[in-house]
T-cell receptor, first 107, second 113 residues
C-alpha cells in the first residue's frame, strides 16, 4: 500500500529551537517525496523535494530508505515558520499526502 | 500566485443541495487533481484527470463527481450535501500525469448548513 504517515498533529516550539517534523512512508519501489507548506489562509506550496537535495528557508529533509522516513528539519525555528506542513509521496498516478503537522513557533 | 484559479472562494449552502466547484489549471498543465481538506482528515485525494480523461481515483464519494473539459478546466460536482462535506476543496495542476510538481489553487471553502 502507498501511504504517508505524519504522526504529530501539532508541534510547538520556541523561536530559535530546533524543529523536526516526522514523515514516514510506505511505497514499493523508488519513492519521490516532497514537503509542502501551507501558511495561514494561503495555498499549499512546494517547500522542497528529496530529489533536489536542497535547503529552502533553512529547512532540509533527507530520505532514509532504511527507515522509510523523510523528516523535515530546521536547526533554528523562526516565528514565520508557523504553518501547516504536509509530507507527500508521488505514488503511481497521484500525490499522496500525510495528514499534516501544524508547526507553532512561539516568540 | 501559482497560476491555478479556483472559483468560488467561499460557498455556503444547505444540506441536500448540489454545488459545482471550478478549477482553471496553470497554462500548459494537462493534469488536474482535486483534494479535500478537513480539520480531522487532513488532505484527502479525491480524483485526478489528465488531458480530459480520469486518471486516478481516491476517496471520492459516489455523491461527488468531476470532469475535465477540452479547455482543460475542471469542475467538481458535490450533490446531496451533508454537514460533513464542509471543508476546503483544493485543486492542483501539473504538466504531466506523473513525476512533476503540482501547483495548488487557493481552494474553495464550502460550508454546508
Amino acid at each position: 500500500a502507498q501511504r504517508v504517515t505524519q504522526p504529530e498533529k501539532l508541534l510547538s516550539v520556541f523561536k530559535g529551537a530546533p524543529v523536526e517534523l516526522k514523515c514516514n512512508y510506505s511505497y514499493s519501489g523508488s519513492p519521490e517525496l516532497f514537503w509542502y507548506v501551507q501558511y495561514s489562509r494561503q495555498r499549499l506550496q512546494l517547500l522542497l523535494r528529496h530529489i533536489s537535495r536542497e535547503s529552502i528557508k533553512g529547512f532540509t529533509a533527507d530520505l532514509n530508505k532504511g527507515e522509510t522516513s523523510f523528516h523535515l528539519k530546521k536547526p533554528f525555528a523562526q516565528e514565520e515558520d508557523s504553518a501547516m506542513y504536509y509530507c507527500a509521496l508521488k505514488g503511481t498516478d497521484k500525490l499522496i499526502f500525510g495528514t499534516g503537522t501544524r508547526l507553532q513557533v512561539f516568540p | 500566485d501559482s497560476g491555478v484559479t479556483q472559483t468560488p472562494k467561499h460557498l455556503i449552502t444547505a444540506t441536500g443541495q448540489r454545488v459545482t466547484l471550478r478549477c482553471s489549471p496553470r497554462s500548459g498543465d494537462l493534469s488536474v487533481y482535486w483534494y479535500q481538506q478537513s480539520l480531522d482528515q487532513g488532505l484527502q485525494f479525491l480524483i485526478q484527470y489528465y488531458n480530459g480523461e480520469e486518471r486516478a481515483k481516491g476517496n471520492i464519494l459516489e455523491r461527488f463527481s468531476a470532469q475535465q473539459f477540452p479547455d482543460l478546466h475542471s469542475e467538481l460536482n458535490l450533490s446531496s450535501l451533508e454537514l460533513g462535506d464542509s471543508a476546503l476543496y483544493f485543486c492542483a495542476s501539473s504538466l504531466r500525469a506523473v513525476n512533476t510538481e503540482a501547483f495548488f489553487g487557493q481552494g474553495t471553502r464550502l460550508t454546508v448548513v
